[in-house]
């Protein structure tokens, strides 16, 4: 946090309203403000080089949140939701074979009739497309790095970061200091573990009598597979093989238009061995009997990752400080027994938009919105989450193959009863205390990728086109050099050049001494090293703006 009196030379610009991040959250949020108040002045900060460029989603999107931003939205010809989910399988996978769940057995909520198969990156350009054309300011390549606070301790801005700060943090040739955006109120919209929303949950204790915040890791490719592959509106869920009982995860299979199909894993991060790796993974189940023909004669187009937000219910944080509030999974809004928090982001957005517009309207500015954190639980973002509270808690306690079908009668008692007979469940611990040292697991020997179905990080990182300038101070902070030795390698075996999706972790022999390497330029903005490092020893921070992966159709 920095004392806005202490940074008199930054250039500042005000308005009403600034949000940071350009997902759906911030740009549901930025409309709603618009539709409200067509006067209020909103801009939007997005680090991505472009907007979408950063997202990464499945995505199959329930409609309930662009349905009330934008009701008219089918008569729009540009708009990004082509294809209607046609057929939902569910399928446990064994390693030679897969048996497939009768839908019946499914409950409701995890019905995908009436979704929509999309590229959540290209929604996030039709809606920032919609949100310029009522006037709101959107500014790609602009990474929100400050919160800025007033004497009161409230927030008034937030300051972008400052770009051509050379390796050694001084201002090299290119230095230009960023600015300070000033707001009434700031929407935190930055998703999953935001750096920003991290340092604000931390100041003003948000987080206080909540469980942690769980996550997963997601890894994504999206494929050009054969016609004769392609069942467009497909929609397949799987979860089982590779993983043991007692790591929780599954993969979602989606196939959207034009021949395309997503293809991705959800590996939960409360994992206990080290020696663990999500990507190789992934890798794996591409190669299971059910799921491989679907690639066979296809072509890999690109690849990502992202972290998840799963904490649920019980895990949101207050959603308001003074001076602003948390959108989307900022907040962790996601349902994670139906794999979705869009819908929610879009809710939430504009929840806290309306509230903003209305203390506008008042006179106030820079106070605590308490009304958005008072009506989330009784809303449809509350209701949507409330419903699957103990999935994951169940899941984490008694392993997969109980988990799931325990954690399935629940939401069926949820549903017909609006009762679980476990009340509200715990989480128990955070996801990097669960990582247990090395010596307690065995190595874990992945087969090499064949290049055509299954490949290396290396080659896949290629695919999200990220890139940042190396000469600029490293965005992945090592808080304690000599505890990333002690512990991370000598006790856990190094985990973080597994867990971490795009090969960004090394340690490296000098001399018989162990370095480690953050190959920095590799990261995709996933998040996961801030989440799992075992001492929470790694913190992410933005890079410079515009900087990071770029990803297409994803
Ligand atoms: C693998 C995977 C599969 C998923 N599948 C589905 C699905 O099928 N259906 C579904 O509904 N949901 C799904 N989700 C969840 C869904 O993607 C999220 O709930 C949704 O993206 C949240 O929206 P958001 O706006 O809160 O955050 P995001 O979509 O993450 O957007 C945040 C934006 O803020 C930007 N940003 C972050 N920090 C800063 C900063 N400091 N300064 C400037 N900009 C910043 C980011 O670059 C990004 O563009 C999935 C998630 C994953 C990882
Ligand atoms: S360095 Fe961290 S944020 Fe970047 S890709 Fe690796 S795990 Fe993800």
Not at 121 to 145: H, I
Request: net charge negative.
């Amino acid at each position: 946090m920095t004392d806005v009196n202490e940074l008199p030379e930054r250039e500042s610009m005000e308005f009403d309203v600034v949000i940071v991040g350009a997902g759906p959250a911030g740009l549901s949020a930025a409309i709603r403000l618009k539709q409200v108040n067509p006067e209020l002045t909103v801009v939007v900060l997005e680090k991505g080089g472009e907007v979408g460029a950063h997202i990464l989603s499945g995505a199959v999107v329930d409609p309930i949140g662009i349905d009330k931003l934008i009701p008219d939205w089918r008569d729009d010809p540009d708009h990004p939701f082509k294809t209607p989910v046609k057929a939902d399988h569910f399928l446990v996978l064994g390693p030679a074979g897969s048996i497939r769940l009768p839908n019946f057995m499914m409950p409701p909520l995890m019905n995908n009739h009436g979704n929509f198969i999309v590229s959540l990156s290209n929604v996030t350009k039709w809606l920032a497309a919609r949100a310029e054309e009522l006037g709101v300011e959107v500014y790609p390549g602009f990474a929100a790095d400050e919160v800025l606070t007033n004497d009161e301790g409230a927030v008034i801005g937030v300051a972008t970061g400052d770009m051509g700060v050379e390796r050694n943090g001084e201002p090299g040739p290119n230095y230009a200091r960023g600015m300070a955006l000033l707001g009434k109120y700031v929407l935190i919209g930055e998703g999953v573990r935001g750096s920003l929303a991290k340092r604000l949950i931390s100041k003003y204790k948000l987080d206080e009598d909540r469980e942690p915040q769980k996550y997963g890791i997601g890894l994504k490719e999206l494929w050009q597979v054969k016609p004769e592959h392609h069942k467009p509106g497909l929609v397949q869920h799987s979860f089982g093989w590779p993983l043991d009982t007692k790591t929780g995860g599954g993969s979602f299979l989606y196939h959207l238009e034009d021949n395309q199909v997503a293809v991705g894993f959800v590996l939960h991060l409360n994992y206990k061995n080290p020696w663990l790796s999500p990507f190789e993974e992934f890798q794996r189940f591409k190669t299971h009997p059910s799921i491989a023909p679907v690639f066979e004669g296809g072509k890999r187009l690109g690849y990502g990752a992202r972290a998840i937000s799963e904490g649920g219910w019980q895990s949101v944080p207050k959603l308001t400080f003074p001076g602003g509030a948390l959108i989307g999974c900022s907040a962790g809004f996601v349902n994670v027994a139906r794999i979705k928090g869009s819908h929610n982001a879009v809710l939430s957005g504009m929840m806290a938009a309306e509230h903003a517009a209305e203390a506008i309207a008042a006179g106030r500015a820079q106070d605590t919105l308490d009304g958005y954190d008072e009506a989330w639980r009784t809303s449809e973002i509350g209701k949507d989450l409330k419903k699957v509270r103990n999935v994951k808690p169940l899941w984490s306690k008694l392993g997969t193959i109980l988990g799931v079908t325990v954690g399935g009668l629940d939401m069926w008692l949820n549903t017909l009863f609006g009762m679980s007979p476990f009340g509200t469940m715990g989480h128990g611990k955070p996801d990097y205390a669960a990582l247990e040292p090395a010596a307690k697991h065995k190595k874990i020997e992945y087969p090499k990728p064949d290049g055509v179905l299954t490949f290396d990080k290396l080659s896949s990182v290629f695919l999200s086109n990220t890139n940042h300038e190396e000469d600029q101070p490293i965005h992945l902070q090592l808080k304690d050099p000599e505890l990333q030795k002690i512990s991370e390698l000598d006790v856990y075996g190094g985990p973080s050049n597994r867990y971490c999706p795009a090969g960004v972790y090394e340690w490296v022999e000098t001399d018989g001494v162990p370095t480690f390497v953050i190959n920095a330029q590799n990261c995709v903005h996933c998040k996961t090293c801030d989440i799992k490092d075992p001492n929470q020893n790694i913190n992410w921070v933005p890079p410079q703006g515009g900087e990071g992966p770029v990803y297409t159709n994803m």
